[in-house]
């Protein structure tokens, strides 16, 4: 393993040239177009979970929303693939840089925040002012209202790139731990190696949990703007 502990979110580099976009557009090759009436078992997994998450955060909206649904669809793919990706050894995840992430979370925030004001501008802004409030909170309320929904991208970005870059860490962390006690103890090394397992098992957990909440929570973002 490496010895710098960061040196796994490091961009890669190729005769002095970045590769972060080749690695970016990768994932699009895991998922190919069908054109034969029956399809082999990969490509029919591939739909299957592509219907149940389409059906999971689709049936909420309207048709306005629903008209998103190809976006948001190969966004979850998009980030799940590349979070998957990053878990084989000696990779690159592209989702531990909140640059990457906050250039996803922007574009699409704007997108459903320009919708709401462009269909429903009289809801959209009274948002910004719960029912109710006495005259002299207005200023105050409107003023953290804009404030909060402007932080929306932010927290959707960082919260990414956390709970991506936390897994990495802790997994090259208890994996150092777990080399080191092999010539140590080998029944700790033992126990280590256990709790490694059992980490690397849930941290594909979180890379498809991560990518359904980024997805659901832009999709939320659009249901109240449509």
């Known amino acids: ?57 689709m049936i909420t909206h309207n048709p306005k929303g629903q008209t998103w649904s190809l976006m948001l669809i190969s966004l979850f793919l998009f980030i799940a693939s590349t979070n998957l990706l990053g878990m084989l050894p000696h990779s690159f995840t592209p989702t531990t840089q909140l640059s990457m992430n906050l250039g996803m979370a922007i574009p699409l925030w704007a997108g459903t925040v320009f919708v709401g004001f462009r269909n429903k501008t009289k809801m959209s802004l009274a948002h910004l002012l719960p029912l109710g409030t006495p005259t002299f909170l207005i200023p105050m309320l409107v003023m953290i209202e804009t404030i909060s929904l402007f932080i929306q991208p932010l927290a959707l970005a960082v919260r990414l790139t956390a709970n991506i870059t936390a897994g990495h860490l802790l997994l090259h962390l208890i994996g150092s731990t777990t080399l080191a006690l092999m010539s140590i103890n080998l029944f700790t090394a033992l126990i280590t190696f256990t709790i490694l397992t059992l980490l690397v098992i849930l941290e594909f957990a979180v890379a498809l949990i991560q990518a359904y909440v980024f997805t659901l929570l832009v999709s939320l973002y659009l249901q109240d703007n449509t």
């Open 1 to 57: 393993m490496n010895e710098n502990l960061f040196a796994s979110f490091m961009i890669p580099v190729m005769l002095g040239i970045p590769i972060t976009t080749l690695i970016i557009m990768f994932p699009t090759m895991l998922f190919p177009t069908p054109n034969r009436l029956i399809n082999n078992r990969m490509i029919a997994i591939q739909q299957w979970l592509t219907k149940l998450a389409s059906k999971q955060l």
